[in-house]
């Protein structure tokens, strides 16, 4: 069996007790332990935007490596990458302190405003058109703010958050604080690509025991991703730079 060149993105390195009991084709794109991965894979090579390689020697080794200009899957952003895209201009943070990078997120801080859902009995009819600043007031966070258990307010990332087309993120909430029983999102912690705002968070206390809740504290965190392909969000908080 000749040595064949496939388009299989990823990085394996598979030993092989015989080689000489591989079905027919498995080099080839059939349904073997490679042509399973090859199938759903290979791309022609005019569509390929690299090379990729995969030797078979006699004996017991599969090898592919990757070189660094091929096309990537949707993948975390780590501290070095998070930087690197800042220096380029792709990822903004304003304000921003590099000390705020973590291993593979971005702390984000907590604005100087809340909304704070008026209580009542009347069910709040969840339709397209509804609007949650007819059921909130708006409070300065001028001191902090003590959240119940069980209630729901909404807060602000101080940080105007700007992404390039082809990056897009989660917010998540910091370990210290989850601890203690806040969620800093309900259900909304992903963040479009290319947006370029402030991030609203939906921040609940689950505990058991009140919860002090001042501004200026890094609340949260957002977490990197690259997509596969571009996109810019243009929906109804595309400009949100207030509560």
Known sequence: MEDRDLAVPGQMDIRLERRDTLPDGVLEGGEGVLGA????????????????????????????????????????????VILAEIDAGRIRIEPFDRDQVGPASIDLTLGDRIRVIEPGAAPIPLKADVDYRDHTRLEALDRPFVLAPGVTIHGITRERITLASDLCGF????????????????????????????????????????????????ICQIVLLRAEGEAVYAGRFFDQDEL
């Open 37 to 80: 991965l090859a199938t759903g894979a290979a791309m022609p090579e005019q569509e390929r935007p690299g090379q990729r390689e995969i030797g078979m020697r006699r004996g017991t080794r599969v090898r592919h490596r990757t070189y660094v200009n091929l096309r990537r899957p949707m993948a975390v952003l780590t501290r070095d």
């Open 171 to 218: 917010l998540e909430g910091r370990s210290r604080f989850a601890r203690l029983g806040l969620m800093i999102h309900v259900t909304s912690a992903f963040v479009q690509p290319g947006v370029s705002n402030r991030q609203v968070l939906e921040i609940s206390n689950v505990s058991g025991h009140p919860l002090e809740v001042h501004a200026g504290v890094r």
